[in-house]
């Protein structure tokens, strides 16, 4: 064997290393790309199921917004009625008001008319005592 042969034999020894290296970094390759595979096939009907259920609930939330607004819609009317209301009870407040306060004004002009009344009436009573007495000794004169 020449040097030569013994070289070429090497070369062609090396070359079958690198390939049967290559052959089981490639199978290797093959294992992890199948199991990305089928992890992205899974992380996809996950992905799938996730969407369908996330449309469901939007869907029920836009039913439920709409449900919520036509309800706060037809509540809009008793809330004027009752703004209406309380505008009606304080008029009739301040209504209630000016009456007491014409009613107390009365009563003070009338408590003194009542008492100017009275002092008139005892008056009249003193007079009248005092003329029964003074009159019943001028008949018996």
């Known amino acids: 064997m020449s040097l030569v042969s013994i070289s070429l034999f ?3 020894l090396s070359f079958a290393l ?10 290797a390759a093959t ?8 992890t992205l096939d899974t992380v996809e009907k996950q992905v799938e199921g996730m969407t369908s259920q996330t449309e469901d609930l939007v869907r029920k939330t836009n039913a439920l917004a709409d449900d919520v607004q036509h309800k706060s819609e037809s509540v809009d009317p008793i809330f004027e009625s009752l703004h209406s209301v309380s505008s009606s009870v ?4 301040h209504s209630i008001d000016n009456l007491t306060r014409h009613v107390s004004n ?12 009275m002092k008139w009436g005892d008056a009249a009573i003193e007079l009248y005592s005092k ?6 000794k001028q008949t018996t004169k």
């Open 106 to 117: 009365a009563s003070d002009r009338s408590s003194e008319q009542v008492a100017q009344a």
């Open 10 to 12: 090497i070369i062609a």
């Open 90 to 93: 304080g008029n009739v407040n």
């Open 18 to 27: 690198i390939v049967i290296f290559l052959v089981k970094t490639m199978k």
């Open 131 to 136: 003329y029964r007495k003074i009159r019943p």
């Open 31 to 38: 294992e992890i790309l199948n199991n990305v595979s089928r």
